[in-house]
């Protein structure tokens, strides 16, 4: 059976993963956004986990960590259900650990990686299950979302953005979303990917095992 067996070709997760296999280091170099439509702005790539900004974000700096492997729900990582089993791959409950614990391992370090490249002092981490649940994407994913103080802030080097309009009460399902500028995506991207590194760095120093 080919890898891309394991994948449902209608999600638009499991194309990513399957266009950007892990390498190597968790941080890619420069991966290539147009690899895939609609673009793909990567962070982390492993062989469990990925982490790339949505396309559709709610404040700039919107990061998805999502599992390589296809899980609809979360508590398929304990049971798979049988949508999840066709593509959770052929480790079965062990893979599924294994997956939950790199998801809580690089929540943290996602989020200071996010707050070193923004300047942010508040951000939402918010994992939603099934339709009524407003889980839009029937894969396992979480949603790392900057809050920035009203007014306007500077993002990668673009320029001030206006995010007057993104107060903390504003969440899924309420007003519109526009989607990500690809030049935005590209350099915003590159500054997430360096402030990963760097995050990964200092836990290095302090004695911890390296990641890259």
């Known amino acids: 059976m080919s890898l891309q067996d394991h994948y449902p070709i209608s999600c638009p997760f499991c194309t990513i993963s399957t266009s950007y296999p892990a390498s190597h280091?968790?941080?890619p170099n420069s991966p290539d956004p147009e690899r895939i439509s609609p673009q793909c702005h990567l962070l982390l790539s492993t062989p469990h986990v990925l982490a790339f900004l949505d396309?559709?974000?709610?404040a700039p700096g919107h990061i998805l960590l999502t599992t390589r492997n296809h899980?609809?729900?979360l508590a398929d990582l304990h049971t798979p259900s049988e949508q999840s089993k066709e593509g959770s791959g052929e480790g079965g409950k062990e893979e599924g650990k294994e997956?939950?614990?790199?998801?809580g391992e690089w929540l943290p370090i996602v989020s200071a990686a996010l707050v070193r490249a923004t300047g942010i002092e508040d951000w939402n981490v918010v994992q939603n299950n099934g339709v009524r649940a407003a889980q839009v994407v029937p894969h396992v994913h979480f949603h790392l979302i900057p809050r920035y103080q009203e007014?306007?802030?500077?993002?990668?080097?673009?320029?001030?953005?206006?995010?007057?309009?993104?107060?903390s009460w504003r969440m899924f399902g309420r007003?519109?979303?526009?989607?990500?500028?690809?030049?935005?995506?590209?350099?915003?991207a590159r500054v997430l990917r360096?402030?990963?590194r760097t995050v990964i760095g200092e836990e290095t120093r302090e004695g911890g095992k390296s990641r890259l």
């Open 151 to 167: 007014g306007r802030k500077e993002v990668a080097n673009k320029g001030n953005v206006d995010v007057g309009m993104l107060k």
């Open 99 to 103: 997956t939950a614990r790199q998801l």
């Open 194 to 196: 360096e402030s990963l």
């Open 175 to 188: 007003g519109a979303r526009e989607e990500l500028d690809d030049d935005e995506g590209v350099d915003l």
């Open 55 to 58: 396309i559709l974000p709610i």
């Open 71 to 73: 899980y609809e729900k």
């Open 25 to 27: 280091s968790p941080i």
